[in-house]
């Protein structure tokens, strides 16, 4: 059945015209020592059933290059055939790989060579993607290697199986049950990460349970790591800052206390005595009532470091998270994690990478760059995109995240003058840092189809293809998700870009358009609530974002207000203090403007505001109809599923737009633009 289990390992055979042109290509399988090493026994289990399914015969596996028509998986150390072709090796570093038609002995064939097991798996992933989007094998010839190092899910999951801000069922991790049962679901997680190049997975919320460091866990997550390993995924975990004391019996977790340090120390003793290549630990503290070191009077420099020293001796690393706001802080929430982090720029240990949020909020549908990026050269700092679609629909929009992490990637900080992108920023090269990293917070639960929809699997395809190289565009990415996931039809393809390429941009418009954020109803964040003012924490208001009134719209962000846009680069500073050099997207984001602020459409900002919200609705109109279209070209169960979908989508898209508008115009006191149909 297509009910979307298999993600992009959906190996269905290839129509018959593309069949025949790879099976002559495609006959032997040599994989040199795959009998001892279970990660290249797991390339050869994923060659001989992705090829098999999608040309409808399997290769034969055999020891040796002796005919036209192989595949030779190896490590120039591992393979003489592979040592005389020279290939470039030297260029691909630990994880990269090499994918090359060429000849041996006078037999043609393919070549996927890499430095490391791990370089020739995600070489035989793309040499499975080649098939699956039809490309040629025939003269072949790619290199590709990670610019990033960590690449990273986030599960926001707790240990009674409930999911932070999850949507699709519940945590695949079944903990009562682990360690002993080890559900097959791991293993095709495994696969379908290492697919997309994610190196590595965060188990557990970042609201964390101390519980997941008590030795009844570490066994559970050993068990995971066990079936993560051949696949290169690496498990982390978030802990809590106030672990001494909830399961150590410590009455302090200061990082000053010697006894503090010494059980840390200890505790990552025991971790990596069960799961030796454990990859470090993720923090959030001192941030949404977590605990933290500003609670023992300590900076977070020297919260981070005192796990960095107790995880160093085992080469583990701290993820330390920079979403931070205080309660009862004046000061604009979107300048508070700058404030706390920028100055300690310096004082981090080498294993400590801060990890930023995109925007300076919380994930909206749209923010500008958070201002950390490219603010301090001596501290490596990763990327939090969510993946999961918190504030952009949950799971039933169909919103596709590629365009909108490719914004952020590609906005330039001018840090270090024009050209000096967040992608430089987090790849490392712009201030010439070894540690990098990215991360995503999952979408993934226990669903059928472990994202909720179809289409949102294309947000975790997308994040590891982006997390791979930050510089891949998202248009690239959806054609290749659309032909493996649905087919290679020309008019699937064309129609579902289309509808990929302007989701998100629609979910911005009937939400938060022209830079307006924040305006979802209180704690769950489903559905609009603009009108919410009068929550305990001011910060936590919609009211607070867009500061509606009689008079006009928007946060006053330049010198005259908050004045956050000191805290970017000062071209960008420039450019997002201007009213006419901002662009409609971040308007309202930066300023407060009248209502009959004359926009570049010819409409005022109050017209323009309705505009925008009935284009969102007609944007969504537009999708189902697109989608209604390819009812002949998909198969029935994800043709109803995604049109059910969009039916809620339409519907809800109907009463943001109509809420918006009636809230907003309450507080405006204007007339509808004419011709504009009333809120229902
Ligand atoms: C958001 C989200 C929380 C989450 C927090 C975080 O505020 O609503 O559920 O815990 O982000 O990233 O820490």
Redesign the pocket.
Known sequence: AEDGYDLWLRYQPLEAEAREKYRPQLRQLVIPGSEQSPTLKAIEGELVRGVGGLLKRAPGVSAGVNGDGFVLVATPKASRDVRAQNFPVHKLGEEGYLVRSTTIRGHRGTVVAANSELGLLYGSFHLLRLLQTRSALEGVSIESRPRIGLRLLNH?DNLDRSV??GYAGQSIWDWWNLPDVLDPRYTDYARANAAIGINGTVLNN??ASADSLTPRYLAKAAALADVFRPYGIRVYLSARFSAPVEIGGLDTADPKDPDVQRWWAHKADEIYRLIPDFGGFLV?AN??GQPGPQDYGRSHAEGANLLARALNPHGGVVMW?A?VYQQDNPEDRAKQAYSDFVPLDGQFDDNVIVQV?NGPI??QPREPFHPMFGAMPKTPLMMEFQITK?YLGFASHLAYLGPMYEEVLRADTFAEGPGSTVAKVIDGSLHGHQLTGIAG?ANIGSDRDWTGSTFNQANWYVFGRMAWNPQTGAEEVARDWLKITFSNNPVVLTTGQDMLRDSRQAVVDYMTPLGLAHLMATGH?YGPGPWVSDLARPEWNPAYYHRADKNGIGFDRTSEGSNAVAQYADPVAKRFASRSDVGDDLLLWFHHLPWDYPMTSGRDLWEELVHRYDTGVAEVREMRAQWQSLEPLIDAERFDKTARLLRVQEREAQWWRDASIAYFQSVSQRPLPEGVAPPA
Do not use: M, Q
Request: hydrophobic fraction near 30%; glycine fraction near 0%; charge should be neutral.
């Open positions: 926001w932070e801000r970042v609201n959030k941030s949404e998270r979403f949020k919380d994930f918190e917070v964040h």
